[in-house]
T-cell receptor, first 109, second 117 residues
Framework: QQPVQSPQAVILREGEDAVINCSSS?????VHWYRQKHGEAPVFLMI?????EQKGHEKISASFNEKKQQSSLYLTASQLSYSGTYFC??????????FGAGTRLTVKP | NAGVMQNPRHLVRRRGQEARLRCSPV?????VYWYRQLPEEGLKFMVY????????ESGMPKERFSAEFPKEGPSILRIQQVVRGDSAAYFC???????????????FGAGSRLTVL
């Protein structure tokens, strides 16, 4: 029931792009994306509910495929502030929440 | 509008002692989740509670660990007879009653970091 994330870690230079993937063997109700900076609480980024949905917030966007088994988070023209660990989460039928193992993103000057 | 409040932020215990971690959810939130995070690892689900009710505790070890969310007061995660392997950050999150399936957004607390000597 726990989604699978890839890659485990990414190192970028400022201005470069990155894609983080999240997949499940079964169709999901929804997919949630959170970012956690070192030593801090995870912070909600966005939620996708419908198959084929795409959402964006500034230069961070996400998609949810038609079968609702795969989501990707796109970070465009990365900034230093994007560094952190990104988690995808999935909600189960009883409103329970499970998270992937996380993708550690490091943006260097 | 206070967020999720966790205390203590840091707790040091010797092996065999008890650890009690408290979580006050966002005002009006009726669901509480506890997750454990080891250094450089992901958020591992432990337990999901509503007021006075445990919904899912499948992620919690059967022995030594317990959780409650009483009608009044904070949610408590209790670890009895702690061992060194219990050292981790414990995060609490809360959410309101979901408006639609899949739309359950969690607000996380800053975490409680337990160190067992």
């Amino acid at each position: 029931q726990q989604p699978v994330q890839s890659p485990q870690a990414v190192i970028l230079r400022e201005g470069e792009d990155a894609v983080i993937n999240c997949s499940s063997s079964k169709a999901l109700y929804s997919v949630h994306w959170y970012r956690q900076k070192h030593g801090e609480a995870p912070v909600f980024l966005m939620i996708l509910l419908k198959g084929g949905e795409q959402k964006g917030h500034e230069k961070i966007s996400a998609s949810f495929n038609e079968k609702k088994q795969q989501s990707s988070l796109y970070l465009t023209a990365s900034q230093l502030s994007y560094s952190g660990t990104y988690f995808c989460g999935t909600e189960l039928s009883n409103n329970d929440m499970r998270f992937g193992a996380g993708t550690r993103l490091t943006v260097k000057p | 509008n206070a967020g999720v409040m966790q205390n203590p932020r840091h707790l040091v215990r010797r092996r065999g002692q008890e650890a009690r971690l408290r979580c006050s959810p966002v005002k009006g939130h009726s669901h509480v989740y506890w997750y454990r995070q080891l250094p450089e690892e992901g958020l591992k689900f432990m337990v999901y509670l509503q007021k006075e009710n445990i919904i899912d505790e499948s992620g919690m070890p059967k022995e030594r660990f317990s959780a409650e969310f009483p009608k009044e007061g904070p949610s408590i995660l209790r670890i009895q007879q702690v061992v060194r392997g219990d050292s981790a950050a414990y995060f609490c999150a809360s959410s309101p009653l979901p408006r639609a399936p899949g739309a359950n957004v969690l607000t996380f607390g800053a975490g409680s970091r337990l160190t067992v000597l």
